[in-house]
């Protein structure tokens, strides 16, 4: 409901507050980022009940599609710190520990019967559940397990229960899943279907393998977009070179594990180090000393502050337009489809990476938007207008929290409507022609092969 103030009109008819209000800069720093409240929020422990905005529309408005980008769960590190004990985390799959979920035990057995189940290529090869008694490097945890199972609970009570999304004779065909081929995002998208629709039927699920992690399928070849993520690689190395902490911090942590600076910087301590951190485990100790959480501090700032000049210096939004452009439209032509009447593909499921959403918040101009942390999700949904059934709107929902009027594309759109959406045309035309303005071109093929002046 948007409540819209009205302002007393005088005896000689004119507005007393009508003169525009002009909101002034004041001269503040930003916000002092805190590392460890971001690093918090990034673990995303399942202990906190969630609040969620998804599925909110006046009463008159029709549900007809939601398309779920994710980002797979709490994971065991891709990189380890040289010289010092993996962290000692079990991927074990055990109810009674925690984190756990009332589906846990449910989920593990179902699991076990996926057989029937249509994996694409070397998905069908893959593990559907964690079960590891140390895990593997960048292996599920039961962390991530529950975070998605959390995730398809909270979706379920809002798409199946009340707007009634998929009934239950549903087919196949009303689903869309695809996944990258590793088994933390099969597992993932796996762990909130269980959840979203609980013992389904194996027949009725045809997985696809995504061979991209920024699922460009057949839309790759794009040399413009590996230029400017080169060109934000620089910018990177560039602002970690400047920074004199940082590199006291890996002078110090090298000099405890006993190896050159350069090794250890190469072996991205802050991705180890987050595990030990989002596990309550301690960091590792060698006979030299330990790595604390000083060094975890610092390290992390940066990574914030990084974050920060990505989103002012632009070369990283260059390189997410382009990047995303085959997903949005894919999506966009989804949409429509839908829009247009058909009854298929309503509900779509997209495992995928950290490195998937990002670039994908960026091209939307979700600038405001926090690094997607484990188990982040992106909901698209697309309702009917009840009054005028041509008439079709979008939603987007980042973590449960409308996010739709932050998109470059419906910013201005809420200045000048009542509607609590974002007209379905205008997410269109972006996708179609606006993207490609930003460099003087009218189609992906000619932004992907045109050099900026």
Not at 68 to 88: E, F, Q, W
Not at 324 to 340: G, K, M, S, Y
Request: charged residues 25%; hydrophobic residues 35%.
């Amino acid at each position: 409901v948007h409540l819209i103030p009205v302002n007393p009109i005088r005896e000689d008819g004119l507005n007393p507050k009508s003169r525009k209000r002009i909101m002034p800069d004041l001269l503040t720093e930003p916000p002092a980022i805190d590392p460890v409240y971001e690093a918090r929020i990034y673990c995303n422990l399942p202990t906190v009940a969630e609040r969620s905005m998804e599925g909110h529309a006046p009463h008159y408005f029709k549900l007809v599609s939601v398309q779920v980008l994710i980002r797979h769960g709490d994971r065991y590190p891709l990189y380890a710190i040289p010289k010092t004990k993996r962290p000692d985390i079990d991927c074990m799959l055990l109810p009674g520990r925690k984190p756990s979920h009332p589906q846990l035990e449910a989920f593990i057995k179902h699991m076990s019967k996926g057989s029937a189940a249509q994996l694409d290529g070397s998905l069908s090869s893959l593990p559907r559940y964690p079960s590891h008694s140390l895990c593997e490097m960048g292996e599920l945890t039961q962390t991530g397990v529950v975070q998605h199972l959390r995730n398809g609970q909270l979706l379920r009570e809002i798409y199946i229960n009340k707007h009634k999304l998929l009934l239950r004779d549903w087919t196949a065909k009303q689903l869309y899943l695809e996944t990258t081929g590793k088994s933390r995002t099969l597992q993932s998208a796996l762990a909130l279907l269980y959840a979203f629709l609980p013992d389904f039927d194996w027949k009725k699920i045809n997985m696809r393998h995504q061979w991209s992690t920024i699922f460009c399928s057949g839309s790759c070849d794009c040399p413009m977009r590996n230029h400017y993520l080169e060109e934000e690689q620089r910018r990177q190395y560039s602002l970690r070179v400047k920074n004199n902490d940082l590199e006291k911090i890996y002078v110090d942590m090298a000099r405890i594990v006993g190896i050159p600076t350069r090794q250890l910087r190469a072996s991205n301590p802050i991705d180890s180090l987050l595990c030990y951190f989002c596990h309550n485990v301690s960091f590792p100790c060698t006979k030299t000393g330990c790595i604390g959480m000083e060094h975890f501090k610092v390290i992390k700032r940066h990574q914030l502050e990084d974050e920060r000049e990505r989103q002012e210096k632009k070369l990283y939004f260059l390189y997410a337009l382009l990047a995303t452009h085959p997903l949005l439209n894919q999506t966009v032509n989804r949409l429509q489809r839908i829009a247009e009447g058909k009854k298929e593909e309503v509900f779509v499921l997209y495992s995928a990476h950290d490195v998937t959403l990002s670039p994908v918040l960026s091209a939307l101009g979700i600038t405001e938007a926090r690094f997607p942390r484990f188990a982040a999700r992106l909901v698209f949904e697309l309702w009917q207008d009840g009054k005028r059934p041509k008439e079709h709107f979008i939603r987007i929902l980042y973590n449960g929290a409308d996010v739709t009027f932050q998109t470059s594309f419906c910013r201005d759109y809420y200045k000048h409507s009542s509607k609590p959406m974002c007209p379905l045309e205008k997410f269109v035309r972006f996708v179609k022609r606006d993207m490609f303005l930003a460099f003087n071109s009218t189609s992906y093929y000619d932004a992907c092969r045109r050099r900026p002046l």
